[in-house]
Nanobody, 121 residues
Framework: QVQLVESGGGLEQAGGSLRLSCTAS????????MGWFRQAPGKQRELVAE???????NYADSVKGRFTISRDNAKSTVYLQMDSLKPEDTAVYYC?????WGGGSYSPGYWGQGTQVTVSL
């Protein structure tokens, strides 16, 4: 049974930092593309950052230069370091594990339960 367990969300002031963690079990972590998505109220879920098995990284334009994704295959954990937080970063953040088949093709993937990030002025 695959499980993705997120932690590290919370309330932070604008300009502050938070670090999210997601620990996976029940899958061969090292072969999965690990990602962080977010969903704000009334909006669609969007990709924030992704790190593929070979180390390739993609970021949403809105977080480039502020967020950093990393992974520790030995701990089956992916991290999202979020700096210079803005109120518009407020959302539920979800961890994902997907197989990347090339180009824009992915397997359906697995999802965590989500962790709330709230950024106040």
């Amino acid at each position: 049974q695959v499980q993705l367990v997120e932690s590290g969300g919370g309330l932070e002031q604008a300009g502050g930092s938070l670090r999210l963690s997601c620990t996976a079990s029940g899958l061969a972590f090292e072969i999965y593309a690990m990602g962080w998505f977010r969903q704000a109220p009334g909006k669609q879920r969007e990709l924030v950052a992704e790190i593929r098995r070979g180390g390739n990284i993609n970021y949403a334009d809105s977080v480039k230069g502020r967020f950093t994704i990393s992974r520790d295959n030995a701990k089956s954990t992916v991290y999202l370091q979020m700096d210079s937080l803005k109120p518009e970063d407020t959302a539920v953040y979800y961890c994902s594990a997907r197989r990347h088949w090339g180009g824009g093709s992915y397997s359906p993937g697995y999802w965590g339960q989500g962790t709330q990030v709230t950024v106040s002025l």
